[in-house]
């Protein structure tokens, strides 16, 4: 073979390299990004059952204008999108949180609900984390990772 015949094949093996290297850093990214959409999604769903909870009167099972006593389900707490729970303190890392049916164990008129992703956050090393700031009469997500 003559050399032009080589420094093309070795021009094209480092092309499709690049190509194979770009491809999977966009399908890494499209995949952090649509976890981190579907978290979000469940985090706003499992508000909007807080604020039902809240509303609804003690003698139907409900807080009773306060959130005392509500819990997230077992069948709420995990799916494919990643894990939920329930508490009272404003998180504020990265670290995962796992799946949790604890209740509300004191009257509040705030709660978070955290949920953790499946997928790697933007540090690289724990998974995507948000969180849902919930009161009466408003819902605010904040993206930790």
């Known amino acids: 073979m003559g050399t032009q015949q080589l420094l093309l094949i070795v021009l094209a093996v480092v092309v499709i390299g690049i190509a194979i290297a770009v491809g999977v850093t966009l399908f890494r990214s499209n995949a952090q990004t649509s976890n981190r959409e579907q978290v979000i ?11 039902q909870f809240y509303r ?3 003698t139907l099972a409900g807080g ?12 709420d707490t995990g799916n ?3 894990s939920y729970a329930v508490t009272t303190d ?8 796992p799946g949790s049916t604890a209740p509300v164990a ?10 953790c992703g499946k997928e790697l956050g933007n540090n690289g090393s724990n998974p995507i984390k948000a969180y849902l700031r919930v009161t009466s009469d408003s819902l605010a997500v904040t993206v930790l990772n």
């Open 41 to 51: 999604g469940d985090l706003e769903n499992l508000g909007s059952k807080a604020q």
């Open 56 to 58: 609804k009167p003690t």
């Open 64 to 75: 009773g204008n306060d959130f005392l006593n509500f819990s997230l389900q077992p069948v």
């Open 80 to 82: 494919g999108n990643g």
């Open 90 to 97: 404003e998180p504020t890392d990265a670290d995962f949180v």
């Open 106 to 115: 004191t009257s509040k008129q705030v709660i978070y609900i955290i949920g």
